[in-house]
């Protein structure tokens, strides 16, 4: 194998492999929780919990919005999971419900009204 040859397959190397990396966190990672498709099936909500927190931290619950035809999620509203339970209700097909029961320690780090056209509304209960 000539160098140029050798410098070229370790540059796609180093492209391909941390673009996988980014790639598989972006679709796969993460536990479903909740799964929720809007009444006219035109958008999917889902609650993801991330454990890659240390020993002594939480996890991560999320509510990512996608389309129906679209893998890529987005993400409209994280928290810092000290107990309490994230549900999700679709109140009209462009109206997504997030609600926290028994939330005693809320830490929220991400909180958006909006995503695309889809309003998004926060009920907290602690």
């Given amino acids: 194998m000539t160098r140029s040859m050798r410098f070229k397959v370790s540059v796609f190397l180093l492209i391909l492999l941390p673009g996988s990396v980014w790639l598989y966190f972006r679709l796969f990672a993460g536990t479903v929780q909740q799964r929720a498709v809007s009444p006219d099936g035109n958008a999917i909500a889902e609650i993801r919990i991330y ?21 890529f999620r987005h993400i409209v ?20 419900l997030v609600e926290c029961v028994d939330c005693p320690n809320l830490r929220v780090v991400q909180q958006e009204e909006k995503w695309k056209d889809i309003d998004v509304v926060y009920s907290m209960h602690q």
Wanted: positive net charge.
């Fill in 77 to 96: 509203f994280s928290r810092l999971d000290y107990g309490g339970n994230v549900k999700l209700l679709w109140t009209g097909p462009k109206r997504l």
């Fill in 51 to 71: 454990n890659f927190a240390g020993a002594t931290d939480a996890s991560t619950s999320t509510v990512q919005l996608r389309n129906k035809l679209n893998p």
